[in-house]
């Protein structure tokens, strides 16, 4: 009887163990996702640009282990091929080197 109890404490851990990290993980790529939407509407206030072809992509490049985006860099690709570097400091993003 003490095997199969420890067996099934063992087996509901590991279920929610699973559950955290699927739901921190998305949690993280929702973040990603926001402050990623973000940036864009900045670059278009800035510019005053309202076309969707301003931007051919917007990358988020975050260690594995970040969970702040004030550790991520954001890779913006122009429809001209240039690409700028922004961090994220004091709720705005500023282009980095």
Request: hydrophobic residues 45%.
């Amino acid at each position: 009887m003490k095997k199969k109890s420890l067996l099934i404490l063992c087996v509901t851990a590991a279920v929610v163990a699973a559950l955290a990290f699927l739901m921190l993980r998305s949690h993280v790529e929702y973040q990603m996702m926001s402050y990623g939407e973000q940036l864009k509407a900045q670059l278009y206030e800035e510019r005053h640009i309202r076309s969707k072809e301003l931007f051919e992509r917007v990358e988020v490049q975050r260690p594995w282990y970040s969970l702040s985006p004030a550790d991520w860099t954001f890779a913006v690709t122009f429809a001209g091929g240039e690409t700028v570097y922004y961090r994220r400091v004091n709720r705005t993003f500023v282009p980095c080197g």
